[in-house]
């Protein structure tokens, strides 16, 4: 059974930062991504940043330049640094695993998810 803890949500002021953190159950090397996602009220969830196990990031247009995401391979952990926070990405933000168990089927884990809210 794979958990991922979430941590670092809480509510700050526009222009301010945060700090997410994930943490993986397993080794993380073992996904073969992972990253985060946000789901704002009345809104589909959507991809904020994701981290291929070969390096390769991908990060959402809303966001690049503002948030980085990295990871820690000794603690199992990844980590979304939230600069420059804007009204709009206030969010519950959820970290995601993948798993490629075969061609064509992926298993998604998911965190429990962490509210992050900016106000103006």
């Known amino acids: 059974q794979v958990q991922l803890v979430e941590s670092g949500g809480g509510l700050v002021q526009a222009g301010g930062s945060l700090r997410l953190s994930c943490a993986a159950s397993?080794?993380?090397?073992?996904?073969?991504?992972m990253g985060w996602y946000r789901q704002a009220p009345g809104k589909q969830r959507e991809l904020v940043a994701r981290?291929?196990?070969?390096?390769?990031?991908t990060y959402a247009d809303s966001v690049k330049g503002r948030f980085t995401l990295s990871r820690d391979n000794a603690k199992n952990t990844v980590y979304l640094q939230m600069n420059s926070l804007k009204p709009e990405d206030t969010a519950v933000y959820y970290c995601?695993?993948?798993?490629?168990?075969?061609?064509?089927?992926?298993?998604?884990?998911w965190g429990q998810g962490t509210q992050v809210t900016v106000s103006s």
């Open positions: 397993r080794n993380i090397f073992s996904f073969d991504a």
């Open positions: 981290i291929s196990k070969g390096s390769s990031t």
């Open positions: 995601n695993a993948e798993e490629e168990l075969f061609i064509g089927r992926i298993n998604n884990y």
